[in-house]
């Protein structure tokens, strides 16, 4: 009985625990940077929300635009994926240390598929 206690109480206490850094999805707030390299830690902390509650899934290019903003220039394609800025480190201000990316593979369709997190 005293076990059952211990681990109903871990659960609830695991339950309301939330990541401090974690903030609710705002697309305004997201786009604010209008794609900056510099962004904030603001996007990464909203990322979380982004994608547990899949609001980039099962939309079109233009939908996912008018949520999170166009995707990161390149000059390298990769068939039927778009890169969208989350956060970037530099070192010495001009070196990049970290990308921090949200990679969104389309269907033929141009409907998104797959949407995950994606560093280097």
Excluded: A
């Excluded at 830690?41 to 999170?68: A, F, G, P, V, W």
């Excluded at 240390?97 to 969104?104: F, G, S, T, V």
């Amino acid at each position: 009985m005293k076990n059952l206690i211990l681990i109903l109480l871990f659960i609830s206490l695991n339950s309301c625990y939330q990541d401090k850094n974690q903030i609710p999805f705002d697309s305004n707030k997201w786009k604010e940077t209008k794609g900056n390299y510099f962004s904030t830690d603001q996007r990464l902390n909203m990322t979380s929300d982004l994608l547990e509650k899949e609001l980039l899934l099962n939309k079109s290019k233009s939908q996912i635009e008018n949520i999170i903003g166009p995707p990161m220039k390149s000059n390298v394609s990769i068939n039927n994926t778009e890169l969208y800025l989350v956060k970037s480190t530099y070192k010495e201000t001009v070196i990049l240390d970290k990308l921090i990316c949200i990679r969104i593979v389309f269907n033929t369709q141009g409907i998104s598929q797959k949407v995950d997190l994606s560093s280097n």
